[in-house]
């Protein structure tokens, strides 16, 4: 297996710009989650994929984050009009459909934004 | 309450002893349960899951599992210096969802 792979993996935008991640995920995981993680914090939930169905979505997302899988392979997480408080490292993670560890989520190496 | 709680530390363990990593968490329906390590600057690593009340063996790695009392916890035998690390607590939710603890930084002295 290939890992998760995210890019890109450092992105340094001014405030009120828009920016977008891709997520690829290990190729026989249908199920496909984005995260945020803050320092000195544990990740914080985003929303989830399966396939390319959209199951949940955090209340703590507001309208300017919009995430889509649209093929059920890659994902792609957009901010728009970022703010100062959108800087922390977002984080991909997939699980495999069934088998053994079918719940296991493994994580990519994460994107750091920064917004100034 | 914060749904999953880890003491922050940092917990200092002698290089060669038992480190002893401790997790609670509020919802009594969680039913999956999982260590990872986060080195700095990186993101997390999975390192044991658990599903069922006992012990889970994995190399130096020990993961228990009590779920009256709503604790999970990680042993680390033979501790190495390389095991200084973040280690997080997570509990899934019903929907796949993850909730996570703060994290545990391990430190192991030389």
């Known amino acids: 297996d290939t890992g998760v792979s995210q890019n890109p993996r450092h992105k340094i935008t001014k405030r009120g710009q828009n920016v977008t991640f891709r997520c690829d995920p290990i190729?026989?995981?249908?199920?496909l989650y984005w995260y945020r993680q803050t320092l000195g914090q544990g990740p914080e939930f985003l929303t989830y994929f399966q396939n390319e169905a959209q199951l949940e979505k955090s209340r703590l997302l507001s309208d300017r984050f919009s995430a889509e899988r649209p093929k059920g392979s890659f994902s792609t997480l957009e901010i728009q009009r970022t703010e100062q408080g959108d800087s922390a490292m977002y984080l991909c993670a997939s699980s495999r459909p069934r088998g053994q560890g079918w719940n296991e989520q493994y994580f990519g190496p994460g994107t750091r934004l920064t917004v100034t | 309450q914060k749904e999953v709680e880890q003491n922050s530390g940092p917990l200092s363990v002698p290089e060669g002893a038992i480190a002893s990593l401790n997790c609670t968490y509020s919802d009594r329906g969680s039913q999956s349960f999982f260590w990872y390590r986060q080195y700095s600057g990186k993101s997390p690593e999975l390192i044991m899951s658990i599903y069922s009340n006992g012990d889970k063996e994995d190399g130096r790695f020990t993961a228990q599992l009590n779920k009256a009392s709503q604790y999970v916890s990680l042993l680390i035998r033979d501790s190495q210096p390389s095991d200084s690390a973040t280690y997080l607590c997570a509990v899934m939710r019903s929907n796949y969802q993850l909730i996570w603890g703060a994290g545990t930084k391990l430190i192991i002295k030389p």
């Open positions: 190729s026989e995981h249908n199920r």
